[in-house]
């Protein structure tokens, strides 16, 4: 079996992205949709079924910085963080996001 997790950190403000939605979508079909706790993380993720083929997972990071108050253009020069990814075996993927309001950077964690 494959098991999948997720952590967001906000560069912008040094904390875990507490408060952002999250979907995670394999062949165009939502499988999972939540919001991260206050630490960033979305442990119901871990209990989604999920195995080797291609995955997006999408971070609504416009709207989390909106409601902590930053004033961001319009239109935002991010809006939703897409990360398409592959998973090819068994085992666990981890899909970290380190994001401010003007950029971010992905990488498979452990």
């Known amino acids: ?3 999948l997790s997720t952590h967001v950190l906000d ?3 040094g904390v875990p992205a507490q408060g ?4 995670l979508l394999h062949d165009d079909r939502v499988l999972f949709s939540g919001v991260t706790n206050e630490d960033g993380r979305c442990p119901g ?3 989604i ?4 083929g291609a995955y997006v997972l999408r971070f609504n990071v416009a709207t989390y910085f909106r409601g902590r108050g930053h004033d961001l253009p319009e239109p935002p020069f991010l809006d939703v963080v897409q990360i398409d990814f592959g998973m090819t075996k068994t085992g666990h993927y981890h ?3 380190l994001v401010s309001p003007f950029g971010y ?3 498979r964690g452990s």
């Open 1 to 3: 079996m494959t098991s």
């Open 11 to 13: 560069t912008a403000g």
């Open 20 to 23: 952002m939605t999250i979907t």
């Open 45 to 47: 993720l871990k209990d």
């Open 49 to 52: 079924a999920v195995g080797a």
């Open 95 to 97: 899909v970290p996001l």
């Open 105 to 107: 950077s992905t990488y």
